[in-house]
């Protein structure tokens, strides 16, 4: 098997210039000459697929602290990592911006209220030299106490307007791929692909290299299944290449694999795989399992393998 990164990994954007932001979103973060100018700390809030965590990439200097909230968020995690990190000399420059060390805090909205409270002291008592910037889905999940200490940059779209622009960005950005790739696709069924999936831009990618790869649009197609997560389930791939696979598209980020573990495999297997009806309840106890133990596992990338692996035994068995 040939393990190939997806289109969300590959054509992530390196740079600034290759991001898709709302004008708002450029006003708050770019002064006058289009470089990034940060004063604070920054919540980047808003539905998945929308650019959070590729700007966060971009913000985030190599030598940064990352803590993954949904998975290290108890109150002795930040106590230990977050309080080392910061009373630790940058001596190579290499985790800061200016004079700021930054921490980066991914999945925010899942830590505990007791994280938050505990944080928003510790943020008041490193103001002077350090600086947090946090992405997260759901902001109802924060306090107003928490939320008061960043800045607020919410990705989802405000009204017509702001969904509009972001239409033309996507439909503009997805013509270079399929010119680069070769797709045959008519505008009018690009359009449709970002309308049903808008906001979310990674499930129009992964509609996109579905299309690349079979030659043609189907049902799953315009649902944006991954289809190549379940051919590696159904073509019981080796565990070399599920890690491999894992690593390459998503790194320690797998929620998104593992929620497409749940439900659209059911309607998956539902839509093209009818002779495996039967597995489902099966399957989805196993995952149930596997979702639960997200924010307590030390390594969620041996976590989404393991739960890959015990898929494609419940499938295979």
């Given amino acids: 098997m040939v393990v190939n990164k997806l289109y969300w990994s590959k054509y ?5 210039e290759g991001m898709i932001l709302l004008p708002r979103i450029q006003k708050e973060l770019l002064n006058n000459d289009g470089d990034l100018e940060l004063n604070g700390n920054y919540l980047l809030i808003g539905p998945p697929g929308t650019g959070k965590t590729s700007l966060s990439k971009i913000i985030v200097p190599e030598g940064a ?36 060390k930054i921490v980066y805090l991914d999945e925010f909205d899942g ?11 510790f943020i008041e008592n490193v103001e002077n030299h ?3 910037i946090a992405t ?10 928490i939320k008061s200490r960043f800045t607020i940059i919410d990705f989802e779209p405000k009204n017509e307007k702001e969904i509009n622009y972001l239409k033309e960005q996507y439909l503009e950005r997805c013509n270079l791929i399929c010119e680069k790739n070769d797709i045959k696709i008519s505008e009018a069924q690009l359009k449709n ?18 299309i690349e790869k079979i030659g043609t649009i189907t049902d799953d197609v315009n649902k944006s299944v991954n289809v190549d997560l379940y051919d590696i389930i159904f073509k019981k791939e080796s565990t070399e290449n ?23 495999l059911i309607e998956y297997i539902l839509d093209n795989k009818k002779d495996y009806i039967s597995k489902i309840p099966k399957l989805l106890k196993e995952v149930n399992t ?23 035994n419940i499938i295979h068995k």
């Fill in 12 to 16: 992530r954007p390196k740079n600034i």
């Fill in 65 to 100: 602290l990352t803590v993954n909230a949904s998975y290290n968020s108890s109150v002795e995690d930040l106590k230990s990592d977050v309080t080392e990190f910061c009373n630790t000399a940058d001596i190579f420059g290499s985790s800061s911006i200016g004079k700021h």
């Fill in 111 to 121: 830590v505990s209220r007791q994280y938050q409270e505990t944080l928003r002291g």
């Fill in 130 to 132: 350090v600086r947090f």
């Fill in 136 to 145: 997260g889905n759901n902001i109802s999940k924060l306090s107003d106490a």
């Fill in 193 to 210: 692909i970002i309308n049903v999936n808008f906001p979310d831009l990674r499930s129009v990618f992964n509609a996109l290299q579905r």
């Fill in 242 to 264: 599920i890690y491999n696979w894992i690593i390459s598209n998503f790194g320690d980020n797998i929620e998104y694999v593992l929620k497409l573990c749940g439900r659209p």
């Fill in 290 to 312: 596997y979702q639960n133990q997200l924010s307590t596992t030390p390594d969620p990338v041996v976590l989404m393998v393991t739960c890959i692996f015990d898929i494609i």
